[in-house]
């Protein structure tokens, strides 16, 4: 795979381009892990995002719920695309300034995306702890269809390649753990190649200078965020009539307290 075509002559784009992919056009090895962690989302961070929701709308369905996670969702990560892109505007940021900011605005779209998209799996009742599970899912669904077409083909002749059931629900919960670590190995090379590849333009489009950046930071994200949306209802389907009671007992009682030490730096802005 080559390293996206965008800027080559600018100094600074090439030294981006280097610390992304190795002289044959691969990606380096730290961005296969810095993007695995992006997208492990924790589920007691899944759950506070549904509680943030749920207790500013008590009243609200499964569907009017997901709705306003779509919404968040996508209000956080176009500010946040179009912020970065911003930067490449401003005198005193450098382009490779705003490079390693862009970077860092991809590792965010990442977690937001993961947060989301476990948000919505947890709506349909399908419990997020486990990350083999949990981590196929958000892959699957930021490929789009052909994460859709890598799954329906792991799972055979199942009632999901049959179309009779949403491949969210079996990759979450019904299938054996043995066929999903098979999917995940499968999925996940491919998974982080195009991912690099795909974000390696926005990554760079987000530095153009004289405020295009931010124009391509909100756009960009805001049309990734759109699919990413349209992937995720076709893996879960429609929500149900009422909130999963398991999940509507954890959303009413105390949060847990995270225990000493344990910080996490992974709230949600979404």
Known sequence: MNPPNIGRSNPAV???SSALFDKDGNPKPGIYR???RAIDVQRPL???NLRRVRRRHPAATPAELAELLERDYLMAITAAGAAVGATA?????GTIASLGLSAAATVGFLEATALYAQSIAELHGIHTDDPERSRTMVMAILMGEEGMALIQSGLGGSSVSS????WGNAVGSAAPASLVRALSASIRRRFIRRMVARQGGALLGRALPFGVGAAIGGAGNH???KAVINATRTAFGPPPLVVPGDLANTLDAAPEKPSSGSGSGSGSGA
Request: hydrophobic letters at 55%; proline letters at 10%; glycine letters at 14%.
């Open 14 to 16: 090439k030294a981006a």
């Open 34 to 36: 810095g993007i695995e």
């Open 46 to 48: 899944v759950l506070a």
């Open 89 to 93: 505007a401003v005198p005193a940021v």
């Open 163 to 166: 179309g009779q059931q949403p």
């Open 223 to 225: 049309a990734m965020g």
